[in-house]
């Protein structure tokens, strides 16, 4: 069925709609991509990025469209869906790290459509908290700073200390020098928000709290999202699951090949200040969630990592029926 709800009869579907209909044709329980116009909700996020980043991504779609000219003889959005997905997948068999090409235009399209109210009511999802608070939280506040237009060329100011990037890094180092005496600016790209932001689309939020909307991609084999924080808080705003201490063969390497005299004992309180400050915990298992099967459903074999699970723990799609 090429013709869905997302779509006007007769109308040439867009490069993003037909690639969103390959990758998420309709069944398995839940809406198609046509279904929720998942192509035109890439669309928006596109047009929403910065300018590097959009001209890069449209390059891409470029090739996406007019490369099937030669296999096929046709533009990939004329394509029927068993086409497109026959495309796609030479382009995911391909060596050297090009089969990860797509990887940037391929994960804007699912966000887009892991986005749309029909698809996270037909997966279950319910925005809100997810566990009760007791008691309820104070009133927010939100933290003075200096922004635009106060912060303009030519704004002077004197400190001790410029510390740049406000996150998980900056901010205890911050901290520790103002308890210290010294005066601290804290310079961070985005600004305060407090948790009356956190409203709306998970869409809107990512251009709100990640630097490219959350699309920063690295440059290497394969190419890795990377979600920058882009806020008073740094990516401790939006990121969790991601404050790990450095492991020992890694201070090991430091001390090897660069004479850094640390130990990991020695490093010890000064992890554990830093998790104090900044609120690092255990993720509550109702939080966690429990999609994971065997031995990984539980809060034990969860501390185990992903080595310690058995072959077929990880999730799979479709998600498997309650």
Known sequence: MEAGRGRRRGRRPSTLEALADALVPPGHGVPGALDVEAGARAEGLL???PAGLRWGLAAELALLE???RVVRG???SRLDRDGREEILSRIHRLPFGMGQSLMPVEALTLL?????PDVQAALGFAPG???PLTPPLPAPRRLPVRAHP????GFEAAFDVVVVGSGAGGAPVARTLAEAGWSVALVEEGTAHTREDFAGPEIERMRLLYRSGGATVTVGRPPVVVPIGRAVGGSTVGNSGTCFRTPDRVIGA???RFGVGLRPDALLPFYEEVEKVIGVAPVPWAVMGNELKGPCSTPAGARRGRSGCAPGAVSSWPPAPP
């Open 254 to 256: 430091w001390a090897t």
């Open 66 to 68: 007019h490369v099937p």
């Open 112 to 116: 887009a459509y892991a986005g749309a």
């Open 47 to 49: 047009g929403g990025m």
């Open 150 to 153: 106060e912060l303009r060329p």
């Open 129 to 131: 908290q997810l566990m």
């Open 74 to 76: 046709q533009p990939f």
